[in-house]
């Protein structure tokens, strides 16, 4: 297996694999595809098959820019929502209106993260998960899948990219084994990475383990055509960035609502209440907050 100390080394990786074997594919043509326009549009990809990669340090999650522009604000907030009980698609499109294009004709995330992953009043599948593992240390049952025999046969316009989280606790450490059905290298991985590694930081925190390694499968990984442009950016960037620091003890889970309610403030006012928050849920929603703002213009 391919293992790498960063997400930033893992991306180098993939680009050049992806540069080197990358086979054309037609794009979909599904009315429900927002990648292809409806179905209007034959956006062709270059895509390799069944890649994995494992990365020794999750919280080395982030690219420099000079590899691959991210909004920090818009990767957080994703990973907020997905620990919001009962979150709308409001929550998220605040800080990126393009996710209109993914809701249903009611402005609903059908197959959303946060449903599938945190839940609402009625039940909670991450919560679930951490209550396993504590029960029984070793179990290998720690799993999420995240598509539901019924989105093959609606083909809603948000039909999951994550296929399954499985989360296994080894020599006191909490691994993650993540599996993309479908993983876009330029436009989504970036995001997808830092959600994700979040979500395995909050985990190992509840379950009060160190942080252990990471791994991303993807069943198809593919750069659409007309994306050369950025591949050879990927391609180039020798720069570094530094790991992000520790995540506090208290997470959105087991936090007294403080965090919650600040990002629901900033999302309503604009405006961000420190005065409950530790220095990195600061940091967080201060990047949020930049966010929230450029995407208003």
Known sequence: MNTFESFHEAYHHLAALLA????????????TSVGSGFGTADRATFEIVSPTVRIRDPRNRLLPDTCRRTSKGFAFANYLWALTPGADAGQVIAYNARGKAFTDDNGTLVCGLSQRLIGDDSGSPLRDLIALMRRDPSTRRAY?????????????????CFGSLQFLHRDGRLDCIASMRSQSLIGVMPYDVILLTMVQETVANELGLRLGSYYHHCGSLHYYAGEEGHLRSVLGCADEVEAMPPMPARTPLG???????????????????????????????????????????
């Open 255 to 297: 936090a007294d609502g403080a965090l919650l309610a600040a990002e629901r403030e900033l999302r309503r006012t604009g405006l961000l209440d420190e005065r409950h928050l530790e220095p990195y849920w600061r940091d967080v929603l201060g990047a949020m907050r930049c966010a929230l703002t450029s995407d208003k213009g």
């Open 20 to 31: 080197k074997e990358g086979d054309r594919v037609a794009g979909p043509r599904s009315r």
């Open 144 to 160: 999420l899948g995240f598509i539901y025999p019924a989105d093959l046969r609606d083909e809603p316009r948000d039909f999951s």
